[in-house]
């Protein structure tokens, strides 16, 4: 009965030592729905609108006017315009210089006196400004018997 036992005891063993070798292998099977609702929101965005303004040009640089364009843009409305201004110093800077290629320099001094600055300053030298087809002193006494003749002054900016 020993070697009975013993027998068993080892067998007993071998099974255990062998059991505790093996991997232990499981299957299960399992399955899965998952759902779901979102909400979500778009947002497009475009280029804003756009005003352009007007180009205005002043190819030649023998004109005596200045230009000036602008435009403002909201997202409703938009707005552009643009302007000329025309400058009445360089116009009669012109007109003398005209006259006086043209051999008429009395004329020509006479364009350049209808600047105050210009009638001031003749005054102040002893040579006033040509009137009425008179020069010199006969001038001079015509200035002053007619003050409202005389220019205004040129407007400061």
Not at 7 to 36: K, V
Not at 62 to 89: H, K, P, W, Y
């Amino acid at each position: 009965m020993k070697k009975q036992i013993a027998a068993a005891s080892i067998m007993l063993a071998a099974f255990s030592a062998f059991a505790q070798s093996d991997p232990i292998i499981t299957q299960s099977t399992s399955d899965s729905r998952t759902s779901s609702t979102s909400e979500s929101t778009t947002t497009v965005k475009s280029p804003p609108p756009s005003a352009i303004s007007p180009a205005i040009t002043v190819i030649n640089s023998d004109v005596c006017v200045t230009a000036a364009s602008g435009a403002v843009q909201t997202q409703i409305l938009g707005i552009s315009m643009g302007i000329t201004e025309r400058d009445f110093n360089c116009e009669r800077l012109k007109l003398s210089r005209s006259l006086y290629d043209m051999g008429m320099k009395v004329a020509a001094v006479s364009v350049m006196c209808q600047d105050r600055r210009v009638f001031d300053s003749m005054m102040a030298a002893g040579t006033p400004c040509p009137i009425d087809g008179k020069i010199g002193a006969e001038a001079k006494a015509v200035w002053e018997e007619n003050p409202n003749r005389i220019p205004k002054p040129v407007k400061e900016k």
